[in-house]
């Protein structure tokens, strides 16, 4: 992975980690929290995967390909939860999952 | 920090991260998951710490005494909203909180 | 994933997380650390997915089967780094390492 | 804590676990390693408590204020031990580390 690319997919990473939190949090203080309970839970694991593989590849971690693969799974799942939901937290981290969905797998 | 003792609060993290995360795993399933939003986002600040501390004590960290004092707060403060439900998760969250709390405080 | 194939896969997982931690340490206090760089660097990234995939299971991640599937990956390459060293530490972590990366293998 | 406040920590905190996991990359080709022990060490608390608080304060924790001073006391332990080390990723890192001790204060 060029140095450049690996730069990006960092920051990438960072975004969507930051989206997710957002919306994990925001889907906590909604009225009609059940509905978003899948919301809540996808933004959890694809938070938590986004912090990881981001720590990881600055750290010259030999996995990269093992890891931004899964990564890339869980961030399409998230993408197509929030999708669903017309809050603008939801359609943001829709957004920065699937970019980042996009950038794993080029790095996969 | 005498080797038991170590091991043993490393257990005990062990044990209430897997509760808080029980917790959690149940309360987004729960009917009226509004009630349970508290519970959710402390189940897992809690669970994360307690991870986070267990790791940090078997690699050698110089910080055992910071980190066992945030864990121990963040686990009283778990375990005081947990206790306020009648669910079986969220009572045996809060024992596993309290018990982490204790342990926490004497380490550090 | 029958509930106690799931309960020993944690507990093996947290074994690992403990065998490889220890690794480090010690290895960060071996005279000739300069042979353990590699051995340093993979008892991290197997430490941290052990930890993290433990903690994904106990929640509910809809992701075990590519998360387990990533974690035997690095596994077998830090036991098969540690396995090439006498140290006790290192052949313990090793052990540690094979049976996780199985136990993962079962999962995914 | 404000919105630009906590914009800006969150930012701060993600620059200076880069600047860590760079040193400890780096530290662990370094020809002589062993000197380089307590900053391989510490540039992996540094790393993991950044990314743990950054995550935190962006899904809304309550519990910013401890977490912070943590992860200040972190912060400038491993500013110090990078600062005695000529190697330009320590002195970056060093840098990095002190910006974030400061910016946790303030939070804290």
């Not at 959890?44 to 912090?51: F, K, N, V």
């Not at 750290?59 to 869980?74: K, Y």
């Not at 939901?85 to 699937?98: I, L, V, Y």
């Amino acid at each position: 992975m060029a140095y450049e690319q690996y730069q990006s997919l960092v920051e990438t990473l960072h975004d969507c980690m930051v989206a997710c939190n957002h919306c994990y949090d925001a889907c906590l203080k909604e009225e009609n929290e059940n509905m978003m309970a899948d919301c809540i839970r996808l933004d959890r694991e694809c938070a938590d995967i986004c912090a990881y593989v981001a720590q990881s590849i600055v750290r010259g971690t030999p996995f990269v390909s093992e890891l931004t693969q899964v990564c890339a799974a869980i961030c399409e799942a998230c993408g197509n939860e929030c999708k669903k939901h017309d809050k603008e937290h939801c359609q943001d981290c829709a957004e920065a999952c699937f970019s980042c969905a996009e950038a794993c797998k080029q790095a996969a």
